[in-house]
């Protein structure tokens, strides 16, 4: 049996970000609790050098709509990466889902061969659209969903894999 393009992908974002949105609910309730003001964890970063809660989530939506979109051969939608708060940052989530569970499965099921160009960093890198969904789109997602979770972790949010699997 084989998995379709759109199976292997816009399911997989649609899950990833509604379990973020659950998560992200636990961490205002629990800055709530300990009197933490929110955008403490919103600006929360891992290390130094790495980008902050809010940046995380910011990426990994441009990845699941920019996958979805180049998939599916439609133009990516861009959104201002202007998000400061947990509201800000659940409705960008709830754009990013919007957008992809807009997406028909006929538009991108067949996209295994489809010509993926991106710009990065003043390189152009061109997949197949199976290259780019399994080697580029999903493990940057994943990365950025990882990472913000472990964020919020490591900042005292009572989550665990249950809340980073969600629902079985």
Same mark, same amino acid.
């Given at each position: 049996?084989?998995?379709?393009? @759109?199976?292997?992908?816009?399911?997989?974002?649609?899950?990833?970000?509604?379990?973020?949105?659950? *998560?992200?609910?636990?961490?205002?309730?629990?800055?709530? *609790?300990?009197?933490?003001?929110?955008? #403490?964890?919103?600006?929360?970063?891992?290390?130094? /050098?790495?980008?902050?809660?809010?940046?995380?989530?910011?990426?990994?939506?441009?990845?699941?709509?920019?996958?979805?979109?180049?998939?599916?051969?439609?133009?990516?939608?861009? %959104?201002?990466?202007?998000?400061?708060?947990?509201?800000?940052?659940?409705?960008? *989530?709830?754009?990013?889902?919007?957008?992809?569970?807009?997406?028909?499965?006929?538009?991108? /099921?067949?996209?295994?061969?489809?010509?993926?160009?991106?710009?990065?960093?003043?390189?152009?890198?061109?997949?197949?659209?199976?290259? @780019?969904?399994?080697?580029?789109?999903?493990?940057? %997602? @994943?990365?950025?969903?990882?990472?913000? @979770?472990?964020?919020?972790?490591?900042?005292? #949010?009572? *989550?665990?894999?249950? /809340?980073?699997?969600?629902?079985?």
């Amino acid at each position: 049996m084989s998995v379709s393009m @759109y199976e292997a992908s816009i399911p997989v974002f649609v899950r990833g970000l509604k379990n973020l949105s659950a *998560i992200l609910e636990k961490a205002v309730t629990n800055a709530e *609790i300990r009197r933490i003001k929110p955008e #403490v964890l919103v600006n929360a970063r891992l290390a130094p /050098d790495m980008l902050p809660l809010s940046a995380q989530i910011q990426i990994l939506s441009d990845s699941a709509k920019g996958c979805a979109a180049r998939l599916a051969g439609v133009e990516v939608p861009s %959104f201002a990466d202007a998000e400061v708060t947990f509201d800000d940052l659940q409705e960008r *989530i709830e754009k990013t889902l919007t957008f992809i569970q807009g997406i028909a499965a006929a538009d991108v /099921d067949g996209s295994e061969d489809r010509t993926v160009v991106l710009k990065i960093g003043g390189r152009e890198l061109s997949f197949s659209g199976k290259s @780019y969904l399994l080697n580029f789109a999903m493990p940057n %997602f @994943y990365f950025h969903l990882t990472t913000a @979770y472990a964020i919020l972790r490591h900042n005292g #949010v009572d *989550i665990g894999k249950r /809340d980073y699997l969600g629902d079985i």
